[in-house]
């Protein structure tokens, strides 16, 4: 029999200078981030609005071994670090060793870029870096399905955004954690969440992309790995403010993507929302959901994890078509190139159905991508 594709449902990008050089508005070509001796013997990005330059060379440290990684990865030149994460034309090459297929691409600086106080600034970074991906993704469409960025600057121009990422070809939406206007459960982005279930665009929330998710990296108790570990509180932060706050109540086919935020902790993180909704979420109304937030998140929400042995462990503790694996290349988290070896231990005790909806099937449908499927599925 023909194996399932092997999709990385969270893969990058490291943005090359001219990205944004190149093609942002020229009105803002002088304020494009550009690259900045380190100090450190690096690269680093020099952005408008951070006081400090943007260190890359974790952005790019796949396969570099544990032992040695904390001492050659943080402080490298750009092009001296993995090719693929800038020029398609090796990027299929590197799939390979990993024994992936295709890959679902996600911004690395634009993670931060997200957190841009100035909204008309971080918008013309956010069209620059489409035009540029929707260049990097057409040189291999078979296996690079890219995600547009939009700075959400109201509804109107979020519509507009959706629609031209729709037209450059992009499968989803990557979001900025907050919104410059209210927040996301509030009424007024009904409009915006109705544009997205019509075009069919995934919704694809990412660690780093809201303020208190990027804080974690500076603010911490103790060891400074202590903020590593707060990363995933943006990702439940986002499903608790969908959930509860009845978006998808009010839009049941809108697609919610967390991504790199792992998913071994959500059947408690469920149970405990369901507590919290039974116990006090009544009010002069009556119940806060007509259903169990469970439920929504069954149907609504979808998690990527990379080293994550629980979200297989307990896959039939939660949806299991909405569990999307990936390999988080190239940046220092990543699995590759052992991901395939790593997978083989973490899946083990689960059924050859769930292996590989996880690794691929899940990521083809929620993202439709035009990958062919063996008829047995």
Same mark, same amino acid.
């Given at each position: 029999?023909? @194996?399932?594709?092997?999709? $990385?449902?969270?893969?990058?990008?490291?943005?090359?200078?001219?990205?944004?050089?190149?093609?942002?508005?020229?009105?803002?070509?002088?304020?494009?981030?550009?690259?900045?001796?380190?100090?450190?013997?690096?690269?680093?990005?020099?952005? *408008?609005?951070?006081?400090?330059?943007?260190?890359?060379?974790?952005? =790019?440290?796949?396969?570099?071994?544990?032992?040695?990684?904390?001492?050659?990865?943080?402080?490298?030149?750009?092009?001296?670090?993995?090719?693929? !994460?800038?020029?398609?034309?090796? +990027?299929? *090459?590197?799939?390979?060793?990993?024994?992936?297929?295709?890959?679902?691409?996600?911004?690395?600086?634009?993670?931060?870029?997200?957190?841009?106080?100035?909204?008309?600034?971080?918008?013309?970074?956010?069209?620059?870096?489409?035009?540029?991906?929707?260049?990097?993704?057409?040189?291999?469409?078979?296996?690079?399905?890219?995600?547009?960025?939009?700075?959400?600057?109201?509804?109107? =121009?979020?519509?507009?955004?959706?629609?031209?990422?729709?037209?450059? %070809?992009?499968?989803?939406?990557?979001?900025? %954690?907050?919104?410059? *206007?209210?927040? &996301?459960?509030?009424?007024?982005?009904?409009?915006?969440?109705?544009?997205?279930?019509?075009?069919?665009?995934?919704?694809?929330?990412?660690?780093?992309?809201? @303020?208190?998710?990027?804080?974690?990296?500076?603010? &911490?108790? !103790?060891?400074?790995?202590?903020?590593?570990?707060?990363?995933?509180? %943006?990702?439940?932060?986002?499903?608790?403010?969908?959930?509860?706050?009845?978006?998808?109540?009010?839009?049941?086919?809108?697609?919610?993507? %967390?991504?790199? !935020?792992?998913? !071994?902790? /959500?059947?408690?993180?469920?149970?405990?929302?369901?507590?919290?909704? &039974?116990?006090?979420?009544?009010?002069? =109304?009556?119940?806060?959901?007509? @259903?169990?937030?469970?439920?929504?998140? +069954?149907?609504?929400?979808?998690?990527?994890?990379?080293?994550?042995?629980?979200?297989?462990?307990?896959?039939? @503790?939660?949806? $299991?078509? +909405?569990? /999307?694996?990936?390999?988080?290349?190239?940046? =220092?988290?990543?699995?590759?190139?052992?991901?395939?070896?790593?997978?083989?231990?973490?899946?083990?005790?689960?059924?050859?159905?769930?292996?590989?909806?996880?690794?691929?099937?899940?990521?083809?449908?929620?993202?439709?991508?035009?990958?062919?499927?063996?008829?047995?599925?």
């Amino acid at each position: 029999m023909l @194996r399932a594709p092997v999709v $990385s449902a969270d893969s990058h990008i490291v943005e090359p200078p001219e990205c944004y050089r190149d093609f942002i508005d020229p009105v803002y070509r002088d304020r494009a981030p550009y690259l900045v001796d380190d100090g450190k013997g690096g690269d680093a990005y020099a952005i *408008e609005g951070y006081k400090r330059p943007l260190e890359i060379g974790l952005m =790019s440290a796949a396969g570099i071994p544990d032992a040695v990684m904390p001492k050659v990865a943080p402080h490298r030149k750009f092009y001296d670090m993995h090719q693929s !994460g800038w020029d398609p034309a090796t +990027r299929v *090459e590197d799939q390979k060793r990993d024994g992936v297929d295709a890959e679902i691409i996600y911004a690395s600086v634009g993670m931060v870029l997200c957190n841009l106080k100035d909204a008309l600034y971080k918008d013309a970074c956010f069209k620059a870096y489409n035009r540029w991906l929707e260049g990097y993704c057409s040189a291999a469409p078979k296996n690079l399905f890219g995600l547009g960025q939009t700075a959400v600057l109201s509804v109107d =121009s979020a519509i507009e955004d959706f629609r031209r990422i729709k037209a450059a %070809g992009f499968v989803g939406v990557m979001m900025p %954690g907050r919104p410059v *206007e209210e927040d &996301y459960d509030h009424p007024m982005y009904n409009a915006l969440w109705e544009c997205a279930t019509d075009l069919d665009l995934p919704l694809c929330f990412h660690i780093l992309t809201s @303020r208190e998710s990027a804080a974690a990296l500076t603010e &911490y108790r !103790g060891h400074k790995l202590n903020s590593f570990l707060k990363l995933i509180r %943006g990702i439940q932060d986002l499903v608790g403010l969908f959930v509860l706050g009845g978006v998808f109540e009010r839009h049941p086919e809108l697609k919610f993507v %967390g991504a790199e !935020g792992d998913a !071994g902790w /959500l059947p408690h993180f469920m149970h405990r929302m369901n507590r919290a909704a &039974y116990r006090h979420g009544h009010g002069k =109304s009556g119940p806060l959901l007509p @259903r169990p937030p469970s439920e929504y998140i +069954r149907e609504n929400v979808w998690l990527t994890f990379q080293d994550d042995w629980e979200a297989f462990a307990c896959a039939h @503790r939660m949806n $299991s078509k +909405r569990l /999307l694996w990936a390999n988080d290349f190239p940046h =220092s988290d990543s699995t590759w190139p052992w991901s395939q070896e790593m997978l083989a231990n973490h899946t083990a005790g689960v059924s050859e159905e769930v292996r590989e909806q996880a690794m691929g099937l899940n990521c083809i449908e929620l993202f439709n991508l035009p990958i062919p499927v063996p008829a047995r599925h």
